[in-house]
């Protein structure tokens, strides 16, 4: 069975400084590996995927994230974080139910500091 | 991408009610699907919602207490029947679009507080 693994459940940055989210991955097969961003009293937003192309994956907002086949990683990261990206962020794979099946992590809330 | 609306975007009910949740998406998709995210938790799915025929539930989840309607490809219903405090919770409308390999878009959520 698939799952994900936030690796931190709070991340506090100072703004202008790097940022690294977390999260491990478990599937029997090659995964398709997402990462959603939520805003306070917001919908979720794609912030990147991976689909078996190319294993570093740029997303919107200059994140960007690295699959790692012999680490089972997806680490989300970005060079400078800015206020602006002060939210929660989900780690998701797409499960072996077929297309619709999204499991998601537990979540990963980032503040960002002046 | 998609637009998704959801309606209502929050709402406070009482304990033993139904409430109904609203999702319009701007064009045609196939698969639309509901789910649930707990107060200070991820998201879960309870349901596929299939036009034409009854929806598809998670485990956990079922008809009596989720019933879901689906009459065209633009729209769907989720209904919280019964309604309880642990019932407290976002719940999301969401579609797929890109075929087998894309990607899911979420409407903003419902926020629902039961007292």
């Known amino acids: 069975a698939q799952s994900v693994t936030q690796l931190d459940s709070h991340v506090s940055v100072s703004e202008g400084t790097p940022v690294l989210l977390r999260c491990n991955y478990s599937s029997s097969y090659s995964p398709s590996l997402f990462w959603y961003v939520q805003h306070p009293n917001k919908g979720l937003q794609l912030l990147l995927k991976?689909?078996?192309?190319?294993?570093l994956v740029k997303g919107i907002n200059g994140f960007e994230a690295e699959f790692k086949k012999s680490e089972t990683s997806f680490h989300l990261t970005k060079p400078s974080a800015h206020m602006s990206d002060a939210a929660e962020y989900f780690c998701v794979v797409r499960g072996s139910g077929g297309y619709n099946k999204l499991i998601f992590g537990a979540g990963t809330r980032l503040a960002v500091h002046p | 991408s998609a637009v998704i609306s959801q309606k209502p975007s929050r709402d406070i009910c009482q304990r033993g009610t139904s409430l109904t949740i609203q999702c319009q998406v701007d064009?045609?998709?196939?698969?639309m699907f509901w789910y649930r995210q707990q107060p200070g938790q991820s998201l879960t799915l309870i349901a596929t919602?299939?036009?034409?025929?009854?929806?598809?539930?998670e485990s956990g989840f079922v008809i009596d207490k989720f019933p879901i309607s689906r009459p065209n490809l633009t729209f769907s219903t989720l209904t919280v029947s019964n309604m309880s405090p642990e019932d407290s919770s976002i719940y999301l409308c969401?579609?797929?679009?890109?075929?087998?390999?894309?990607?899911?878009?979420f409407g903003e959520g419902s926020r629902l507080t039961v007292l």
């Open positions: 991976y689909t078996s192309a190319a294993t």
């Open positions: 064009s045609q998709v196939t698969m």
């Open positions: 969401s579609v797929l679009r890109g075929g087998t390999t894309g990607e899911l878009f």
């Open positions: 919602a299939n036009q034409g025929s009854e929806a598809t539930y």
